[in-house]
């Protein structure tokens, strides 16, 4: 079964690792696929994201990084993925994720939506938090994977 792992990853956290490395136990292949978003102003090109994405996933042969624009199902659809995999942090999480996963269903029923608990010490970790972190001085090294790092410094 192929799993779409959609996401910003802007830029990619230990948190989103943890999904990566535990989606990749359990499906054949997981596509990591950065969101083009015209909407939102983000810290690197997507360019970037991917290869960030790809210096931290060189451990996982059933890993592959792309992008995407539009719809997630439609994506989804046309690399003939089964499943959409997310990762749930936190209740507050829990409203937004279940909004998008009945929306994606609707659009796509053969499509699902297969959340992964994160893992408890990355339960409290967000992109955002990092960039903040990072702009305002502090550490991110237990944060984000080291080529992140340097990217932040
Ligand atoms: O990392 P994020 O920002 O939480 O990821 C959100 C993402 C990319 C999964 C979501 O915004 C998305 O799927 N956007 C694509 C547009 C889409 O399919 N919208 C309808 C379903 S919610």
Do not use: W
């Not at 802007?10 to 950065?34: K, M, N, Q, Y």
Request: proline share 4%; charged share 20%; net charge negative.
């Amino acid at each position: 079964m192929i799993a779409v792992y959609p996401g910003s990853f802007d830029p990619i956290t230990l948190g989103h690792l943890d999904i990566i490395e535990r989606g990749c136990r359990l499906f054949e292949r997981v596509i990591v696929a950065v969101l083009k978003n015209p909407q939102k102003t983000p810290l690197f090109t997507v360019q970037k994201r991917m290869e960030q994405i790809q210096a931290c996933t060189q451990h996982l042969p059933n890993v592959e990084i792309d992008s995407f624009n539009g719809l997630t199902v439609h994506y989804a659809r046309i690399r003939q993925a089964q499943v959409l995999l997310r990762g749930l942090r936190v209740l507050s999480d829990f409203e937004h994720e279940l909004q998008m996963a009945h929306t994606n269903n609707s659009l796509s029923t053969e499509i699902e939506t297969v959340f992964l608990a994160t893992s408890n010490e990355y339960s409290f970790l967000s992109s955002s938090l990092v960039k903040e972190i990072a702009k305002l001085g502090g550490s991110v090294n237990h944060l984000v994977p080291k080529s992140v790092v340097l990217d932040l410094d």
